[in-house]
Structures are given as structure tokens and as C-alpha cells.
């Protein structure tokens, strides 16, 4: 299992082996354990791009699955890694699965790209001992990965770091499996719930929007998931594309509130809605996720999506971007902006709220320049 973290979502130095292994868990956003950790690096090698995580393989595999992560920094314009080995214990020998750097020495070798470092460690946590395999001087302990600069900007930036990956796969279960089966059955015998008689195709519409506005304010007010009847019209909602890609609009600029409004609710809804109609919701929240960085979630939220509707060609498209550690800002015109503003989308303040510069109907999201 691989999990990638697109680049750019931090401009923290870290300035040692130590404060790099320390901060794993927030560049991935949750702790690894009995893992590979690759950091790319971008040419001309002092900017982490890519970082791609994977569980230790047995020995019989380790060449097969080195040569399956390389190619993605190669493509990607980097000039190496480095690699961070989390697991096993050390002997008089040094740090456990040499032969496993071996296998990556050799495949970088083949496409002309560094191995800058290779570190080890127990585990990630204070006081753990670490080590390098091409320097035996090379060792030390690592401090609290709460105190490095890194663990500073990732929470200042508001992201979540979780204690283990399924810590984080967990979050994306349904909340009730019982409520998924009644929405299924109740959308198998009426799929298009907000439909109702002599309405025309801009009533539906309209109809999708104010759900979704409606949504939006339940999740203000704090009112909990939605009930089946709810659920069953926003999965209709979101079956119109111009609904759809108006919604990845909400992703831009990230970190606003309306994005963290926006992203809280997909992942509502992902908990909430039976497949297909998930699928929708997982694209909104892997789609959000990516504009904001945080690339575990938004690798499991499209790998959710593609397994809630194999077929679908956007969730399909994302995934296949995410795997590469595409840069996220080359994905803002997947969002439709002017559709977004034109549907009213953006659901209003409270009433006698203030609302923040720029946030009520009619604002037009700004893409990054």
C-alpha cells in the first residue's frame, strides 16, 4: 500500500536527518510504522517534491516494488531521494533491511536519479534511536516530532495527524451501515428523489443547489448527518455535473472557512451515502484535500470514490494524478468557477452573522496565481 503526499505544502527547513525522520507524520499525515518512506527531491535538490510511503516488503519482492515507486520521481523532474526506512531492529551489523537499500541504489541507479540519504528508525517517536546505512557515524536520537518546525506549520495550517494510517482509513468508514442499506434501497426505487411532477430540468437544478445550500447550513448550526430523506436527495444533487465540478470550486483558495465548511461536509457525506452516489462525495473531499495538501486523506478519499463507482472517469482522472504527486495547483481548472458563482452556490451567513470578506452568495472563488 503506497500513500503519496503532492509537493508544496509546506516551505519549512529541516535541517538534519533527526528533524527529517521526526517530521514523517506531517508530511503524511498520520505515524508510519514497518514502512519505506521515499522524499524526492526537485532539482536542483534542496525542495522535498514527491514523498511516497510503502510497507516493507518481504525480501522476494523488494526489487519488484522499488522498481514500481522509482519511475514517479523520474517522471517528475527530481533529481533523487531520500530514503527513510521505519521498522525492524538493528544489530551488529547496522540498521536492518540493508539489502532493501541495495534494491533502491540499484533503480535510482537506472534512472539517473541520487540517493541522497538513507536513514533508519525504530519508530518515529522522542527518543528513538536512528541511523544511516551509507554513514555508520551517521546516528543520533530524535526529538519530539511535536516540537519540529514542520509539526509548527502543518498546525498552524490546520491539518490532522493521525496516530496510525488506519487510524486515518477509519474516518472514511460509513457512520451507520444499516442507514447506507435503507439509502441504497430507497434511491434503487426512486433515483431521482428531487424530481417531483411537471418540473423542468432547471427546477432539478435548482432544486440540487438549495440542497446542497440547505446542507451547509445544517452543518453550521451543528444539527448532525443527515436523515435517509436528506441523504438520498443530496446524493441526487450531486449526480449533475455542473453541481459537481461548481462544488470543486469551493476547494479554492484553501485554507478559507467556506473550504474547511466544504471539506468537513464531503466528508460527511462520504460517511453517509451508499455507492455509487459516494463517489461523488469522495471526489469533493479527495479533490479539497489535494488543494490543501493533505495527500493521505486525499488518497484514500479517491481511492473510496473509485471503489464506490469504478467506472467513473473523474474520480479515474484524480486518482491517477494523485499517484504521480501531481503539483496540486495544475488542478484548479478542474473547478468551475464562473458555474459556481452562477448557481449561487456559496451558501450565505447565518442570519446576523458576520460573514468573512468576500463569503455570501455571488462570491466568486479566486484560482491561485
Same mark, same amino acid.
Given at each position: 500500500?503506497t500513500?503519496?503526499?503532492?509537493?508544496?505544502?509546506?516551505?519549512?527547513?529541516?535541517?538534519?536527518?533527526?528533524?527529517?525522520?521526526?517530521?514523517?507524520?506531517?508530511?503524511?499525515?498520520?505515524?508510519?510504522?514497518?514502512?519505506?518512506?521515499?522524499l524526492?527531491?526537485?532539482?536542483?535538490?534542496?525542495?522535498?517534491?514527491?514523498?511516497?510511503?510503502?510497507d516493507?516488503?518481504?525480501?522476494?519482492?523488494?526489487?519488484?516494488?522499488?522498481?514500481?515507486?522509482?519511475?514517479?520521481?523520474?517522471?517528475?523532474?527530481?533529481?533523487?531521494?531520500?530514503?527513510?526506512?521505519?521498522?525492524?531492529?538493528?544489530?551488529?551489523?547496522?540498521?536492518?533491511?540493508?539489502?532493501?537499500?541495495?534494491?533502491?541504489?540499484?533503480?535510482?541507479?537506472?534512472?539517473?536519479?541520487?540517493?541522497?540519504?538513507?536513514?533508519?528508525?525504530?519508530?518515529?517517536?522522542?527518543?528513538?534511536?536512528?541511523?544511516?546505512?551509507?554513514?555508520?557515524?551517521?546516528?543520533?536520537?530524535?526529538?519530539?516530532?511535536?516540537?519540529?518546525?514542520?509539526?509548527?506549520a502543518?498546525?498552524?495550517?490546520?491539518?490532522? %495527524?493521525?496516530?496510525?494510517? *488506519?487510524? +486515518?482509513? &477509519?474516518? @472514511?468508514?460509513?457512520?451507520?451501515?444499516?442507514?447506507? !442499506?435503507?439509502? =441504497?434501497e430507497?434511491?434503487a426505487?426512486?433515483?431521482?428523489?428531487?424530481?417531483?411532477?411537471?418540473?423542468?430540468?432547471?427546477?432539478?437544478?435548482?432544486?440540487?443547489?438549495?440542497?446542497?445550500?440547505?446542507?451547509?447550513?445544517?452543518?453550521?448550526?451543528?444539527?448532525?448527518?443527515?436523515?435517509?430523506?436528506?441523504?438520498?436527495?443530496?446524493?441526487?444533487?450531486?449526480?449533475?455535473?455542473?453541481?459537481?465540478?461548481?462544488?470543486?470550486?469551493?476547494?479554492?483558495?484553501?485554507?478559507t472557512?467556506?473550504?474547511?465548511?466544504?471539506?468537513?461536509?464531503w466528508?460527511?457525506?462520504?460517511?453517509?451515502?451508499?455507492?455509487?452516489?459516494?463517489?461523488?462525495?469522495?471526489?469533493?473531499?479527495?479533490?479539497?484535500?489535494?488543494m490543501?495538501?493533505e495527500?493521505a486523506?486525499?488518497?484514500?478519499?479517491?481511492?473510496?470514490? %473509485?471503489?464506490?463507482?469504478? *467506472?467513473? +472517469?473523474? &474520480?479515474? @482522472?484524480?486518482?491517477?494524478?494523485?499517484?504521480?504527486? !501531481?503539483?496540486? =495547483?495544475?488542478?484548479?481548472?478542474?473547478?468551475?468557477?464562473?458555474?459556481?458563482?452562477?448557481?449561487?452556490?456559496?451558501?450565505?451567513?447565518?442570519p446576523?452573522?458576520?460573514?468573512?470578506?468576500?463569503?455570501?452568495?455571488?462570491?466568486?472563488?479566486?484560482?491561485?496565481?
Amino acid at each position: 500500500m503506497t500513500t503519496s503526499t503532492p509537493p508544496g505544502i509546506t516551505r519549512a527547513t529541516l535541517s538534519n536527518p533527526a528533524d527529517l525522520i521526526a517530521s514523517l507524520p506531517y508530511l503524511l499525515a498520520f505515524r508510519p510504522d514497518d514502512s519505506l518512506v521515499l522524499l524526492g527531491h526537485r532539482v536542483p535538490g534542496t525542495t522535498l517534491g514527491l514523498t511516497v510511503r510503502a510497507d516493507l516488503p518481504p525480501r522476494e519482492i523488494q526489487a519488484a516494488q522499488v522498481d514500481s515507486l522509482i519511475p514517479r520521481f523520474a517522471a517528475l523532474d527530481h533529481s533523487g531521494v531520500t530514503a527513510v526506512i521505519v521498522g525492524g531492529s538493528a544489530d551488529e551489523h547496522g540498521p536492518p533491511h540493508a539489502e532493501l537499500i541495495d534494491e533502491l541504489t540499484r533503480a535510482l541507479s537506472e534512472h539517473k536519479l541520487r540517493l541522497f540519504h538513507a536513514l533508519w528508525t525504530p519508530e518515529v517517536a522522542p527518543g528513538a534511536r536512528w541511523s544511516c546505512y551509507l554513514d555508520p557515524d551517521c546516528q543520533g536520537v530524535l526529538p519530539d516530532p511535536q516540537e519540529t518546525v514542520l509539526a509548527a506549520a502543518t498546525t498552524e495550517a490546520g491539518f490532522v %495527524v493521525f496516530r496510525s494510517r *488506519e487510524e +486515518l482509513a &477509519a474516518v @472514511l468508514k460509513p457512520r451507520s451501515p444499516e442507514a447506507i !442499506t435503507r439509502r =441504497a434501497e430507497l434511491l434503487a426505487s426512486d433515483p431521482e428523489p428531487l424530481r417531483g411532477p411537471d418540473m423542468s430540468q432547471s427546477d432539478v437544478l435548482d432544486a440540487a443547489v438549495t440542497e446542497l445550500r440547505d446542507a451547509f447550513l445544517r452543518h453550521r448550526r451543528g444539527a448532525g448527518p443527515p436523515d435517509d430523506d436528506q441523504a438520498v436527495r443530496l446524493a441526487h444533487a450531486l449526480t449533475f455535473t455542473a453541481v459537481r465540478d461548481a462544488c470543486l470550486a469551493l476547494a479554492v483558495p484553501p485554507q478559507t472557512s467556506l473550504t474547511r465548511e466544504a471539506e468537513e461536509l464531503w466528508l460527511t457525506l462520504v460517511r453517509e451515502l451508499p455507492p455509487p452516489h459516494r463517489a461523488e462525495a469522495g471526489i469533493l473531499l479527495g479533490y479539497a484535500a489535494l488543494m490543501r495538501g493533505e495527500g493521505a486523506l486525499a488518497g484514500m478519499a479517491l481511492a473510496n470514490a %473509485v471503489e464506490a463507482d469504478p *467506472e467513473h +472517469l473523474v &474520480a479515474q @482522472l484524480l486518482q491517477a494524478v494523485w499517484n504521480i504527486g !501531481t503539483d496540486p =495547483a495544475k488542478l484548479t481548472g478542474l473547478a468551475d468557477f464562473g458555474t459556481a458563482v452562477d448557481l449561487g452556490l456559496d451558501p450565505p451567513p447565518e442570519p446576523g452573522s458576520a460573514a468573512e470578506p468576500g463569503q455570501g452568495r455571488g462570491r466568486r472563488p479566486e484560482p491561485p496565481s
